[in-house]
Every structure is written in C-alpha cells, then in structure tokens.
C-alpha cells in the first residue's frame, strides 16, 4: 500500500477471496489514510460490522445485492426493468448522474423550483444529498422536492440524457446554459 502511495489516495476497493484477508486491507489503510474512501465487499454478514469498525465507509454484501433484487424484480418489474435501461444504456440513452452545486453557484439558496433547472436544461433531478452524503429531505411531508433550497456543496441526483447532463452541470455552475 505504501508503493502505492496509499497515504495520497482518494479511494480504495477491497474485494479479496476473503473477508479475513478485507477486514486486514480495510484496517491497515484507513490507518495509513484516515481521509480515504474505503469500499469492502463481504462474503459474510457477520462480516459486514466487523469491516465497518475495521474502516470501511461502504461495504457491499453481494448476496444481499442478489437477494434485494431478486425481491424487486418480484415487487416492481416495471421500475427494475427502466432502471436497467437506464444503467446499461440500451436504445434509451437515459443517464443518472450527480452534480455537486460549488460555492459560486448563482442557485444556491434558491429552491429547485426558483432555479428553472429543469426548463432550462431538461434534466430531472430525483434527490438531493447533503455534503455528508446523506439525503436531505423537507422537514415537512406536504412539500415536494421542488421547494428544496439549494446549498453549497448540496449534491443534485439528476437524470437525463448526455446531452442534459451536460447542461445541468454548466447551468448549476454559471445559472445559466450557452
């Protein structure tokens, strides 16, 4: 880790053969980088809390992945099968995407609504994180999403095409699209 020069990175994936051997990777790095974005798959799910003191900021169990999927296919066909247009692409070049709304944003305090996003550049945003990451929602259960005030360092979750995509990151950066 150290050749690697681990202690600059930005990130880590640790998906060895087994969860002993991605509980040592997951503890000696964020030792080594207490900044480092740590992802572990777990075989166990035992595992899982082990990994998450051990470090790790994500841990990806992929028969629970396996398993909620094949529940949702089951539950709600329609929406597994646009999502996997939408993830592998297909004929409907559909993307999702996430645009983070900088300090020099003209959006910020304003609210999804005020900012015309979604006029003037077609995207649909579908949530907004926080810059802990987690999903900022009203306080209240009557407003929708479009009355969500923008702040620095919000992150929009917006889905459209490439071309969409590309305009929602220069309008959330200038307020406006060329």
């Known amino acids: ?3 690697a020069n681990i ?5 880590l994936v640790s998906v060895l053969p087994d969860d ?7 503890l000696t790095a964020r030792q080594l980088n207490p900044m480092l974005m740590i992802i572990s798959k777990a075989e ?8 998450h003191k051990a470090g790790a900021n ?5 028969y629970q992945i396996a398993g909620r999927r094949m529940a949702s296919i089951i539950l709600r ?9 939408v993830v592998e692409g297909g004929e409907m070049a559909m993307r999702i995407e996430e645009v983070k709304v900088h300090k020099e944003s003209p959006l910020i305090e304003k609210t999804l609504r005020e900012s015309g996003i979604g006029q003037h550049t077609g995207a649909i945003i579908v949530g907004v994180n926080g810059p802990e990451g987690r999903t900022r929602v009203n306080p209240s259960s009557t407003t929708s999403l479009t009355s969500m005030k923008l702040h620095e360092n919000d992150i929009l979750i917006a889905m459209g095409s490439e071309e969409q995509l590309t305009r ?8 406006n699209v060329q």
């Open 77 to 85: 066909p329609s929406v597994v099968n646009f999502l996997d247009i």
């Open 58 to 62: 994500r841990v990806i169990s992929p």
């Open 1 to 3: 880790m150290l050749e």
């Open 7 to 11: 202690e600059h990175a930005r990130g």
């Open 168 to 175: 929602l990151k220069e309008f959330v950066r200038r307020g």
């Open 44 to 51: 166990e799910e035992r595992t899982i809390r082990k990994l």
């Open 20 to 26: 002993e051997s991605n509980v040592f990777v997951v």
